[in-house]
Every structure is written in structure tokens, then in C-alpha cells.
């Protein structure tokens, strides 16, 4: 009896101890020059090992509202979260991730802001990739060039895909690049980052730069700088790790 006793507080303790790792809600946050449907094939391999993922919708009119729309899909969440941003988006979780909901959170081929810094200071900091095709900005928003948006930002897509994301992508304000950041979610978050080493949006150096200096996880990929839709398996194997990886109260 007492050894049947001993084996059924194991099962309980490991089974306790399994229940705290497992945090299966995981928030995806889009970037400049795309939505939410890019996230299309992450979902689906997400969705498959039993997550409850959730795509923000942020218009990128501004790093605020951005924030705020990822606080609106935060809220509807029952559980802890790990929440995700791909390029600006990863702005954007810098701040939404202060929410107590936000256990973890993930940078894919993303900035990732200190205290006092802008978007538009860390990209002047590095030299300007030819291949970019950023347009100058009309009306307070800047656009993708729709004839370089294949070579310039995701060349490891189909051309079908590439000329599909081109024509949905979502311009972004140009003051969420003079916006100055303060409170800083991976000062107080783990964090886990994805550099694309092909990137020509964001300078692959600054990416390495910027997760070295978070302390976080960092992993290279050989990708575009929409590492998650031509690697997406990869993509969610580390979205996977961070769930995973992460003991929840």
C-alpha cells in the first residue's frame, strides 16, 4: 500500500509539473509591409500541437494604436502567453508584452528596442541595404516598392506567394520610427530570437546585435526577412521551445 502510495504522489508531482510548463497560448504579432495572413502556415503547424493561437490584426498607424490593438487580442486570452512579433512587430511586443498575461516573448528576424531608442536610430546606425525597396514615405506612411518586393524582401518565397504578400502588405506610419521607447518587456520577460540570415530590411548585424543584448535565446536561420512563412516549420519548432521552455505559477 505504501509503495502504491509513493507511485501515485510521482504521477501527481510530474503531473503537476507538466500542468506549470505548459503554456498554450501563443499571440502572433505582423509587421511592416504585410498582415496577418502570413502567418498562415505557422498557425496551422501551431494550431496542430494543441496551441490556441491568436493573429493580431495591427493597422501600423502608429506604435500606440499597434500596441493597443495587440492588447485588445491580449485580453481575450485565459492563461498565460507567448507573444510574438516578426520586424515591427517586435516594436510592438517591446511594449505590449509588459502585460502580466506575457510569460515569454519571441523575436523573429524583429527589432527589439532598449529604453530611450527609435526605430528609425538603430537602422541609421548600420549602412543602407541596396536591395531594399522601402518607398519614401507619402502622407505620413511609407510603402513597400511592389517591383523589388520579391528580391528585396522575402526571395526565397514563389513568386505567386511573394506577389500575393506584395499586394496585401500594410504600409507603416513613419512615426512609429521616431517614437521613443521606455518601458522595456524584455528587461522583465525571457525572451527568443530568430535572425534571418538573408534579411535585407533589417540589417542581419543589427538583429544579432540587439537578441545578444537582451540575453535571450538566439537562433539563425538562412532565410529571407519572412523567415516565418519560407521556414515556417523551424519557426514554430522555436515558438514550440519557448512554450515549452517556460514554468508558469
Not at 509588459?98 to 528576424?109: E, F, M, Q, R, T
Not at 530611450?116 to 510603402?143: C, H, K, M, Q
Not at 521607447?181 to 540587439?210: C, G, Y
Request: glycine letters at 10%; aromatic letters at 8%; hydrophobic letters at 45%.
Amino acid at each position: 500500500m505504501k509503495k502504491i502510495f509513493s507511485i501515485m504522489l510521482s504521477i501527481i508531482v510530474v503531473m503537476s509539473i507538466t500542468s506549470q510548463a505548459q503554456v498554450k497560448n501563443i499571440v502572433l504579432v505582423h509587421g511592416a509591409f504585410a498582415d496577418g495572413s502570413g502567418w498562415q502556415k505557422v498557425y496551422t503547424i501551431l494550431k496542430a500541437r494543441g496551441y490556441n493561437v491568436s493573429v493580431v490584426g495591427n493597422p501600423n498607424t502608429g506604435l500606440e494604436d499597434d500596441v493597443a490593438a495587440t492588447k485588445r487580442v491580449l485580453d481575450r486570452q485565459t492563461g498565460p502567453v507567448i507573444l510574438v512579433g516578426h520586424s515591427y512587430g517586435g516594436a510592438i511586443i517591446t511594449v505590449a508584452g509588459n502585460s502580466d498575461k506575457v510569460v515569454g516573448l519571441v523575436y523573429i528576424a524583429a527589432f527589439a528596442p532598449d529604453k530611450g531608442e527609435t526605430l528609425g536610430g538603430l537602422l541609421g546606425s548600420y549602412p543602407a541595404d541596396t536591395l531594399s525597396g522601402i518607398l519614401p514615405p507619402v502622407n505620413g506612411f511609407a510603402w513597400y516598392d511592389l517591383a523589388k518586393y520579391h528580391s528585396g524582401f522575402c526571395a526565397d518565397l514563389s513568386k505567386e506567394e511573394a506577389d500575393f504578400m506584395a499586394a496585401s502588405q500594410v504600409p507603416v506610419a513613419v512615426s512609429a520610427f521616431t517614437y521613443v521607447f521606455n518601458d522595456i518587456a524584455w528587461k522583465t520577460k525571457p525572451s527568443w530570437h530568430i535572425v534571418a540570415t538573408e534579411d535585407h530590411s533589417i540589417p542581419v548585424a543589427l538583429e544579432r546585435f540587439m537578441g545578444k543584448r537582451t540575453g535571450g535565446k538566439t537562433s539563425e536561420i538562412k532565410a529571407s526577412h519572412l523567415v516565418f512563412i519560407s521556414q515556417s516549420k523551424k519557426v514554430a519548432d522555436i515558438l514550440d521551445q519557448a512554450a515549452i521552455g517556460i514554468i508558469t505559477k
